[in-house]
C-alpha cells in the first residue's frame, strides 16, 4: 500500500471513526485490549513498521466497515506510551514532543516505543530532550539499560557518561587539590569540603579502579600543596604559643586552628594513597611541641575538645607508618614521639569519653573505637622497637599515671620483663657482649 500525498488530504484526528481507515490493536499478556482507530497513510508516513504492515506484503485482518487492524502485542507498562507515540503522529514537532515527555522516565518510554515502531522523527527529538534534560541517579540506570541496544542514533544521550581523556582527569585534580589545601574563607567550608572527599573518592580503589594514578608530577604537586597548608599552620601555632598581638582574637585563631587540623587530617589520606606520607610525618614531628603547647596555652573559656580530638585522629595516622616499619626513622625521633604524644593521648582519651557519653552535643566528638585500638597498638610496637632502657622509663611513667587504663601497655610491659629477665643469658648464649 503506498502512502498518499498528506498534502491532498483534509486534516484528521486520531480516534476519528468517520475518517479512520485502520485500527491499531494494542494488545497485552496481561490481557489489556485497545482500539485505537487512525488513518493509514499517517501510520505509513510516520513509521517504518506500520509501514511494512500496512504493505501488501503483510497479511492484514479485515474488521467492522471494513477497516484493517494492526494488532501490537506490547509490556503493559509500554502500552500508555503506545498510545502517546500514535498521537504524536497526528502532531510530529519538537514541541509536541518534549511536551509529552515531561520528564526522563516518559521521554525514554516514548523513545523505547518509537525505536520499536522504527519513528526516526519522535527518535530524534526524544534522544535532543534526553540529551539536554538533568537525571536522577535511578534515571540514569535505566537509561543505560535501554539506550545502548537502540544503535548510533541515540549516542548522544550517553555522552555525559563517556570516560575523560587522562589529561582532563589530571587537570581536575590539580584544579581540586589546589582548592582544597588553600584555606578558604569560612563561608566556603561546604565547597572545600565537597572537593576533598571528591579528590579521596578519585585516588580510592573499590569495585572500579582509582580515577587518577599519580606520577612523580603529581605526586609534587599534592606535596607542595599540602606543604603550604602546613606552614600556614604553623605560623598560627607560632602566634598562639608566642601570644603575638594580631587583629584576629584567640577565639578566631583557635576556630581556624580547628579547620588546618580538619584539612590535615584530610591531606593524612590523601599522602598514605599516594605513599608519599614521610616528609608530613616529619613536619608533624617538629611542630609536636609546639601543638601541645598552643593546646595547653588556650583560655580556660575555650572550646578545644574536637580540636584535642582531631589532633589525637592525625597523631594515629601518623605513628602507623612509624609502628610498622613503613617509614623509618632514628631512635631519638621515635622516642621524641612517644614522650609527646603518650601523655597527651592518656589525658584526651577520658575528656573524650565523658563528652561522647553527654548525649546530642557528644555525637560529634565520638572517634572510632578501631582508631583508638590502632592508636594503642601503634604506641606498644614503637616502645617495643626502642632500647630496653628507653622502655623501662616509659613503663615506670605508665604504671604511675592514674590513666593507667589507656592506652594499655600491658603487651609492652609483658615483652619487656621477659626479654629483661632473660637478657644475660640470652646475649650470653649467643656471644653477645652486655653493655
Known amino acids: 500500500m503506498e502512502s498518499p500525498d498528506n498534502k491532498t488530504r483534509a486534516p484528521c484526528r486520531i480516534g476519528d471513526r468517520s475518517t479512520s481507515d485502520v485500527v491499531v490493536r494494542l494488545r497485552t499478556q496481561e490481557g489489556r485490549d485497545e482500539w485505537v482507530y487512525c488513518h493509514s497513510y499517517v501510520l505509513i508516513s510516520n513509521s517504518k513498521y506500520f509501514s511494512d504492515r500496512l504493505s501488501e506484503n503483510w497479511p492484514t485482518c479485515q474488521i467492522l466497515d471494513s477497516r484493517n487492524c494492526v494488532e501490537v502485542y506490547c509490556q503493559e507498562s509500554d502500552l500508555d506510551y503506545h498510545i ?75 555522552a555525559r557518561l563517556q570516560p575523560v581523556n587522562t589529561t582532563a582527569i589530571v587537570r581536575i585534580f590539580l584544579a581540586a587539590i589546589r582548592f582544597a589545601t588553600s584555606s578558604p574563607c569560612p563561608s566556603l567550608t561546604d565547597l572545600k569540603t565537597s572537593a576533598q572527599e571528591q579528590l579521596e573518592y578519585m585516588l580510592t580503589e573499590d569495585d572500579d579502579a582509582p580515577l587518577l594514578t599519580a606520577d612523580d608530577q603529581i605526586k609534587s604537586e599534592v606535596s607542595e600543596c599540602i606543604n603550604s597548608l602546613f606552614t600556614r599552620f604553623t605560623s598560627l601555632l607560632e602566634s598562639l ?54 593546646v595547653d596555652q588556650a583560655s580556660p573559656e575555650a572550646d578545644i575538645l574536637e580540636s584535642r580530638l582531631k589532633i589525637v585522629e592525625i597523631t594515629a595516622k601518623i605513628l602507623e607508618p612509624i609502628a610498622y616499619g613503613t617509614i623509618i626513622l632514628p631512635t631519638a625521633k621515635r622516642l621524641k614521639m612517644v614522650k609527646v604524644w603518650l601523655p597527651f593521648t592518656r589525658i584526651v582519651k577520658p575528656l573524650i569519653d565523658a563528652a561522647s557519653a553527654d548525649g546530642e552535643e557528644g555525637l560529634a566528638l565520638k572517634m572510632d573505637g578501631e582508631l583508638w585500638q590502632s592508636l594503642e597498638s601503634a604506641f606498644v610496637s614503637i616502645i617495643l622497637a626502642l632500647p630496653s632502657g628507653d622502655q623501662a622509663e616509659i613503663l615506670t611513667g605508665w604504671l604511675q599515671n592514674e590513666h593507667i587504663r589507656y592506652p594499655d601497655l600491658t603487651e609492652a610491659f609483658e615483652v619487656w620483663c621477659y626479654r629483661s629477665k632473660v637478657a644475660k643469658r640470652r646475649l650470653a648464649s649467643f656471644g653477645v657482649s652486655i653493655v
Open 84 to 158: 502517546n507515540v500514535l498521537r504524536l503522529f497526528y502532531d510530529i514537532n519538537v514541541c509536541s514532543v518534549t511536551d509529552m515527555c515531561h520528564g526522563v522516565r516518559n521521554a525514554l518510554g516514548v523513545l523505547r516505543v518509537a525505536n520499536e515502531l522504527g519513528c526516526p522523527q519522535i527518535i530524534a527529538s526524544c534522544v535532543d530532550y534526553l540529551e539536554a534534560v538533568s537525571w536522577e541517579e535511578t534515571e540514569e540506570e535505566e537509561i543505560l539499560r535501554t539506550i545502548p541496544g537502540m544503535g548510533s542514533q541515540a549516542e548522544p544521550i550517553l
Open 241 to 294: 604559643v608566642c601570644k603575638t598581638e594580631e587583629p584576629v582574637s584567640e577565639t578566631g585563631k583557635l576556630q581556624l586552628f580547628q579547620s588546618y587540623l580538619t584539612d590535615l587530617s584530610w591531606a593524612c589520606q590523601i599522602l598514605v594513597k599516594l605513599e608519599i606520607m614521610r616528609e608530613f610525618i616529619m613536619k608533624w614531628m617538629e611542630a609536636s611541641d609546639n601543638i601541645v603547647k598552643a
